[in-house]
């Protein structure tokens, strides 16, 4: 239903030649498929809505080109597209002549500025799973280099590009994703600080607000995040998501692998405890603590009931109670 899909929920466009794996990072990230599979998919014309904005925190639409997206078409309507835009992910393939693909990027870049100055642009170079240590660092020095000397040649020298090194193959497609989402989240900082408040007070170590379909994290505590402790806490989603599909749900298929009632505890046996509770429809908690901080479990409980509230208290000030549609609707 077009009504429930709240405008302002972050906004992202993944852009990029074909072939450059835009299908692929969608499917990867969005909708669970493993890596080897996307060798298989064909690449399609399509020019749609991801169907994810219902159950997922991030909204967000993939664009092809050349083909669909024709700059100099009268018909392609960029206001249209870049209006409410909050990031533009542009996705350029590591292992193929990036002349064709630089060049895409200054129009694309450059249109989209003329047309809405706030968007984020991110550059995703990527599959760089193929590419040595040597020559992925030249890779993103020669894209970073060229990328910018394109745009001071059109006078947009005051553009911002961020890039990143991503590949389906690891978990930097998730950590990239993440980054540039937490962009687009104005109460970034107010959520961090309750997760600082949270752990500090609960003997937890590492805690991370996770959009549950996409493992995408929204926010973190001000502790650096390990890679390691990322995969560990978006393993656990899966674990918890796959128990849940298969033994959760009604016999008819109906029923939910996320809820209200969700939750999780697995102690590992390095006496490391992993800790999954929902927060909202789209969000969960995940924590990594030790088993000592464990035995106080009552006041992780009570500190986790306050967390919630606050966030829920965040997300509803922050604009109409539709706001991110985190919750369910108020009637
Ligand atoms: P699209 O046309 O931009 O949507 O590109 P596709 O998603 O169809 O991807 C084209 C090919 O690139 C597929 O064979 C994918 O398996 C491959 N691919 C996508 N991402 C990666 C990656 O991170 N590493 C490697 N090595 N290949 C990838």
Redesign the pocket.
Known sequence: EESSIPADKPRILLM??????????QKVVFHKMS?NE??F?E?TCRLYKDDISSSSFVNFQ?W?FPGQVDFFEPTFDSEMIFRGTGALIF?I?A?DDLMDALTRLRLTVSRAYKVNPNINFEVFI??V??LSDDTMIETHREIHQRANDDLADVSLEKVHLSFYL????DHS?FEAFSKVVQKLIPQLPTLENLLNIFISHSGIEKAFLFDVLSKIYIATDSSPVDMQSYELCCDMIDVVIDISCIYGLMEDGSGCAYDHESLAIIRLNNTTVLYLKEVTKFLALVCILREESFQRKGLIEYNFHCFRKAVHEVFEVSGSSEAFSVFPAAS
């Not at 990029?16 to 990072?25: A, F, N, P, V």
């Not at 991503?166 to 193959?169: D, E, K, P, V």
Request: charged share 25%.
């Open positions: 990029g030649l074909r072939r450059s794996g835009k299908s692929s990072i890596p996307t060798l998919l690449s993939i092809d996705v393939d292992q990527h599959k799973d193929g991503t590949s389906i193959y497609i």
